[in-house]
């Protein structure tokens, strides 16, 4: 057994009972599969409606039978106390309590038994061995941010050290940090790296500049894990050619665990293991294959905490392709919250508007990286960190684009940084829209 296991043992989370039953699932067939999830469904809503008070009262016409009369169920309706979203049996010293980033609005306190959390484990575990990786085992060179207050700082700290990983600043990407962190690639063997997509890009625009790659100054490198961040094709073609390793495509919550991963055939797999995932329109009802929708997620086996049919505010698609057993996201849009309302009428996701631009301003070096707020419906700031001010005919060819893809005589404001202020988490928001 492996440290890892060790401290998730000694914590009180069951992983091998949690690996051995996630190897059970996994072997089902498909037609065994639409009895697994039918049931799983089923039980989930039934153990909530007769052992959590608030999922009694919040889904009081709700039939196990029927999955349509299931509410969906969004952050906002979880803002009360957790003591009080607890089911019977549950508390906060005997669940594994966390939070979500709030990077979309108040974060959320929530709670996941400690099989269910083994679980989410599992499924980690067991999606990294697709590509060679060990999560157990494998050192891992991670791009995360890091709590700054000292009791937050020297637990990550300590979680790294136990987790076989070192992490690397995310609030610095200046060059003279990006050369410390390619003199500790070059003295260490790391397997892979992990972390927020951003960041690992403007590494590998650093290398790019330099001519340099990092498998040939670090040769033990497996493969790239980008996460909580869109993954833009161009980007990845970038990260595929200066790191020199495959790129693996990871979605995920900290609600809910992996939520879909990439496979060696460059599908984005969704998990079905102990998750079951929707794609639903505005009224609540499942969209067909290709067609783009809500995510609504139901957790199968947290106990502790109801997320049945959860909101999680992103916006995708699934391959045409999709079975129940195997589901492949096809895209992922954005959040719900970060939707472009132009002063026609018409909407548009707000990744749209930043993709449209970003293939005008990032055709050369000049421009490492920027961000897109909608001040007024007609009114957008692009703010760009770059080492020159944009050109004339740069600016008039992000006009055309956005008239051509959007709609004309919108006020673009362009406003050139020397640096562009992200998160507490260190993620970078790509757009964020102050249109009530």
Request: glycine share 4%.
């Amino acid at each position: 057994m492996n440290l890892f296991d060790i401290t998730l043992r000694l914590k009180g989370f069951p992983i091998a009972k949690a690996k051995r039953d996630l190897a059970i699932i996994k072997n089902k067939n498909e037609e065994e599969y639409n009895v697994y999830i039918a049931q799983k469904k089923q039980d989930i809503v039934a153990y909530h409606l007769t052992n959590n008070p608030f999922y009694k009262v919040f889904a009081k016409k709700a039939n196990v039978l029927d999955w349509n009369t299931i509410p969906v169920l969004s952050k906002s309706n979880l803002q009360r106390p957790l003591k009080e979203r607890l089911s019977h049996g549950f508390t906060e010293k005997n669940c594994h309590l966390h939070k979500t980033s709030g990077s979309s609005g108040t974060p959320l306190i929530f709670a996941k038994d400690k099989y269910c959390h083994a679980l989410t484990w599992a499924n980690f575990i067991d999606k990294y061995n697709w590509h060679g990786i060990s999560a157990e085992n494998s050192r891992q060179a991670r791009f995360y941010g890091i709590p700054l207050n000292k009791i937050g700082y020297y637990k990550e700290r300590i979680k790294d050290a136990l987790g076989n990983r070192y992490r690397f600043s995310v609030f610095d990407l200046s060059t003279r940090e990006f050369e410390k962190n390619l003199i500790k690639f070059k003295n260490s063997k790391f397997e892979y790296i992990n972390g927020y997509t951003s960041v690992i890009v403007q590494f590998a625009k650093y290398l790019r500049d330099k001519n340099s790659i990092l498998k040939a100054i670090c040769p033990t490198l497996k493969s790239c894990i980008v996460t909580a961040e869109v993954l833009f094709e161009d980007d990845k073609l970038l990260l595929e050619h200066q790191l020199g390793i495959p790129i693996i495509n990871e979605y995920g919550s900290a609600e809910l665990g992996l939520i879909a991963f990439s496979n060696t055939e460059r599908e984005w797999v969704v998990n079905t293991e102990d998750l079951f995932v929707e794609i639903l329109d505005d009224n609540n009802n499942p969209v067909p294959h290709g067609k783009e929708g809500r995510i609504v997620i139901t957790s199968l086996y947290n106990l502790a905490h109801p997320f049945i049919r959860y909101d999680i505010g992103d916006i995708g698609c699934l391959d045409d392709a999709s079975t129940l057993k195997k589901p492949v996201l096809k895209s992922l849009i954005g959040r719900t919250s970060d939707i472009v309302t132009l002063p026609s009428g018409k909407k548009a996701a707000g990744l749209t508007f930043y993709y449209v631009t970003k293939t005008v301003i990032e055709d050369n070096s000049n421009v490492k990286a920027f961000i897109i707020e909608q001040l007024k419906p007609d009114t957008f700031k692009i703010s760009y960190l770059s080492n020159l001010e944009l050109s004339k005919a740069k600016i008039e060819a992000i006009h055309k684009a956005i008239e051509r893809y959007l709609e004309p005589d919108l006020n673009i404001v362009f406003d050139r940084k020397d640096d562009l202020k992200r998160s507490k988490s260190g993620k970078l928001k790509q757009f964020t829209s102050f249109v009530k």
